[in-house]
């Protein structure tokens, strides 16, 4: 071990508040193997970066993970940013149930209310969407939800909202985007010995359980099902904190057959049951799925763990088939389409969001990937990106939320049952109306972050000449700020029978991200035209694979 590494780790174990991490750090520094060394060269390779999406990481000791040294630190920017600016700034404090939450959102109160701001606490582990509305409703200048969403059991994360003062109409209850995220970040760096950091003892307050009624409340009356036959419901909330807000939802809209999966309802931050908690994730969805046969459900509704996530099964001739981010955006967004309505979508998601706004008179908006731009779209009716995120009630949650995107989900299965129809047919409708659309993502996660940008700058300046068979018509670099949009590290390439791919860097994951999709017009045989659509796109995924080096 460098002597410079030795100084850093003894510094951070002099400075840190928490002597569980402080002993951890010390263990590793006697063990001295090499196992341990290469262990505290991770923990130390730089500090854990804020940006747009706050911080996320390992929780851990050590600069680049996530612990209370760490999140006192970011509480201790946020707050001079907040009150270099505004007088006793408002901020409301949430937290999901990871390992770590409790102390995190803690600190956050004791840090923040020391730095001059009125602090308001969520009564206990509730959803994202929940910190969101309240940001709105209390007319808070900010928020910060204590959550890794559904990241990995080993994560945990810390997301900002601005509102009140601190944003614009359409910014508040949304997260932060550039350059608050930079000017925040020089307030972190900038923060001293925590030993000389202000903590307050008490002086915020925790609010009752009143903010769960009212969020209830508002959404409940901002989404109001369809009439129709009540539909046998199974929901999984992934071992979040999502299952009691979402059962007392679907309530209160009328939906009392349902069936949460007993052993993913509880909390539990150690997620025993899913090796990711991601609905989106192979086997996710199994015991869900599962239960659903044994009761005959008509369909299946999935939370993850922070609830601001919304993923759909419905039963089918060979089974139960799980519905792709795009494909439940776009019912959705037909449920919502009118004229004079704006949809919005990400850049990265279908195309279909487009032609249904084409065809009923709404408006479309493409927007960056993620709803710290989605939400920002002015005069917002329906917002969606293809990870499963939905805002179905901006003017209650200017933000993705499970809750309501599943009450809407659960209303349009109840009036299609009453017409003996599902989910099935009426995506078979949009298809005759609009087109086949087809997506599928090429994912690929890795160790090494620099094969990331190695692999964006290969695509630059050797973009492949076809994909799927269809030669590559136009490679768009998305870092010059195409359609409107402000720059980001992206390539949107389109091939001549209307194939477009889109491939970039995550920004909450090491993962490189490909999101392909084609297009085909239907001429009376659906099945054909699905068919061929599918043996195109397989065609696509193989050349971006191949493409992208890594996989």
Same mark, same amino acid.
């Given at each position: 071990?460098?002597?410079?590494?030795?100084?850093?780790?003894?510094?951070?174990?002099?400075?840190?508040?928490?002597?569980?991490?402080?002993?951890?750090?010390?263990?590793?520094?006697?063990?001295?193997?090499?196992?341990?060394?290469?262990?505290?060269?991770?923990?130390?390779?730089?500090?854990?970066?804020?940006?747009?999406?706050?911080?996320?990481?390992?929780?851990?000791?050590?600069?680049?993970?996530?612990?209370?040294?760490?999140?006192?630190?970011?509480?201790?920017?946020?707050?001079?940013?907040?009150?270099?600016?505004?007088?006793?700034?408002?901020?409301?404090?949430?937290?999901?149930?990871?390992?770590?939450?409790?102390?995190?959102?803690?600190?956050?109160?004791?840090?923040?209310?020391?730095?001059?701001?009125?602090?308001?606490?969520?009564?206990?582990?509730?959803?994202?969407?929940?910190?969101?509305?309240?940001?709105?409703?209390?007319?808070?200048?900010?928020?910060?939800?204590?959550?890794?969403?559904?990241?990995?059991?080993?994560?945990?994360?810390?997301?900002?909202?601005?509102?009140?003062?601190?944003?614009?109409?359409?910014?508040?209850?949304?997260?932060?985007?550039?350059?608050?995220?930079?000017?925040?970040?020089?307030?972190?760096?900038?923060?001293?010995?925590?030993?000389?950091?202000?903590?307050?003892?008490?002086?915020?307050?925790?609010?009752?359980?009143?903010?769960?009624?009212?969020?209830?409340?508002?959404?409940?009356?901002?989404?109001?099902?369809?009439?129709?036959?009540?539909?046998?419901?199974?929901?999984?909330?992934?071992?979040?904190?999502?299952?009691?807000?979402?059962?007392?939802?679907?309530?209160?809209?009328?939906?009392?057959?349902?069936?949460?999966?007993?052993?993913?309802?509880?909390?539990?931050?150690?997620?025993?049951?899913?090796?990711?908690?991601?609905?989106?994730?192979?086997?996710?969805?199994?015991?869900?799925?599962?239960?659903?046969?044994?009761?005959?459900?008509?369909?299946?509704?999935?939370?993850?763990?922070?609830?601001?996530?919304?993923?759909?099964?419905?039963?089918?001739?060979?089974?139960?088939?799980?519905?792709?981010?795009?494909?439940?955006?776009?019912?959705?967004?037909?449920?919502?389409?009118?004229?004079?309505?704006?949809?919005?979508?990400?850049?990265?998601?279908?195309?279909?969001?487009?032609?249904?706004?084409?065809?009923?008179?709404?408006?479309?908006?493409?927007?960056?990937?993620?709803?710290?731009?989605?939400?920002?779209?002015?005069?917002?009716?329906?917002?969606?990106?293809?990870?499963?995120?939905?805002?179905?009630?901006?003017?209650?949650?200017?933000?993705?939320?499970?809750?309501?995107?599943?009450?809407? +989900? #659960?209303?349009?299965?109840?009036?299609?049952?009453? /017409?003996? *129809?599902?989910? %099935?047919?009426? =995506? &078979?409708?949009?298809? !005759?109306?609009?087109?086949?659309?087809?997506?599928?993502?090429?994912?690929?996660?890795?160790?090494?972050?620099?094969?990331?940008?190695?692999?964006?700058?290969?695509?630059?300046?050797?973009?492949?000449?076809?994909?799927?068979?269809?030669?590559?018509?136009?490679?768009?670099?998305?870092?010059?700020?195409?359609?409107?949009?402000?720059?980001?590290?992206?390539?949107?390439?389109?091939?001549?029978?209307?194939?477009?791919?889109?491939?970039?860097?995550?920004?909450?994951?090491?993962?490189?991200?490909?999101?392909?999709?084609? +297009? #085909?017009?239907?001429?009376?045989?659906?099945?054909? /035209?699905? *068919?061929?659509? %599918?043996?195109? =796109? &397989?065609?696509?995924? !193989?050349?971006?694979?191949?493409?992208?080096?890594?996989?």
């Amino acid at each position: 071990m460098s002597d410079e590494l030795f100084d850093r780790v003894r510094a951070w174990i002099a400075d840190d508040p928490d002597p569980r991490t402080r002993s951890e750090l010390q263990a590793l520094l006697d063990d001295g193997s090499a196992a341990a060394r290469a262990d505290l060269a991770d923990r130390f390779r730089g500090p854990l970066e804020f940006g747009t999406a706050g911080l996320r990481g390992v929780v851990g000791a050590g600069e680049h993970r996530m612990n209370r040294a760490v999140v006192q630190r970011a509480a201790a920017g946020l707050g001079a940013w907040l009150t270099a600016r505004f007088d006793r700034p408002r901020v409301v404090v949430g937290l999901d149930a990871r390992h770590g939450s409790r102390e995190f959102a803690d600190d956050s109160a004791a840090v923040l209310t020391a730095a001059g701001c009125e602090v308001l606490l969520l009564p206990g582990p509730l959803p994202t969407p929940v910190l969101a509305f309240a940001v709105r409703h209390l007319d808070a200048d900010a928020g910060v939800m204590v959550t890794a969403s559904h990241n990995p059991a080993r994560d945990n994360g810390y997301k900002v909202y601005l509102g009140g003062r601190a944003a614009g109409p359409e910014g508040r209850g949304v997260q932060i985007v550039p350059p608050v995220d930079a000017g925040i970040a020089e307030r972190i760096a900038a923060v001293g010995p925590l030993a000389g950091l202000p903590r307050a003892a008490d002086g915020w307050t925790v609010l009752g359980p009143g903010i769960v009624e009212e969020y209830l409340s508002a959404v409940t009356a901002a989404v109001d099902p369809a009439p129709g036959r009540d539909p046998r419901v199974v929901v999984t909330a992934m071992h979040g904190v999502g299952n009691s807000v979402l059962l007392e939802a679907l309530h209160r809209s009328g939906f009392t057959d349902v069936h949460p999966v007993p052993e993913q309802a509880d909390p539990d931050p150690a997620f025993p049951t899913v090796p990711f908690p991601n609905p989106e994730e192979p086997g996710a969805l199994d015991r869900a799925v599962a239960l659903a046969e044994r009761v005959g459900a008509d369909v299946v509704l999935a939370v993850d763990p922070d609830a601001d996530r919304c993923c759909v099964a419905v039963p089918g001739p060979g089974g139960f088939t799980q519905l792709s981010g795009d494909e439940l955006g776009r019912v959705l967004g037909a449920e919502l389409a009118r004229s004079g309505a704006v949809l919005a979508c990400s850049v990265v998601s279908s195309q279909a969001l487009r032609r249904v706004a084409d065809r009923t008179g709404a408006r479309f908006a493409s927007a960056l990937t993620g709803f710290k731009w989605i939400a920002r779209v002015p005069d917002l009716t329906f917002g969606y990106e293809e990870a499963i995120g939905y805002c179905v009630a901006p003017e209650v949650v200017r933000d993705k939320d499970g809750i309501s995107a599943s009450l809407l +989900v #659960a209303g349009i299965v109840r009036r299609e049952l009453a /017409a003996g *129809r599902t989910l %099935r047919d009426l =995506l &078979d409708d949009l298809d !005759r109306l609009d087109g086949v659309h087809l997506t599928a993502p090429v994912t690929v996660r890795v160790e090494d972050l620099s094969l990331i940008p190695a692999a964006m700058a290969r695509l630059r300046t050797d973009p492949p000449a076809h994909l799927g068979g269809s030669a590559v018509t136009s490679v768009e670099d998305l870092a010059e700020g195409l359609d409107g949009l402000p720059p980001t590290d992206g390539l949107r390439f389109r091939t001549a029978d209307g194939t477009r791919v889109v491939v970039r860097p995550s920004g909450t994951e090491p993962k490189l991200k490909c999101y392909c999709e084609v +297009v #085909a017009d239907v001429e009376g045989d659906l099945p054909g /035209a699905r *068919r061929a659509a %599918r043996e195109r =796109l &397989d065609g696509v995924l !193989r050349d971006v694979r191949a493409a992208t080096g890594l996989a």
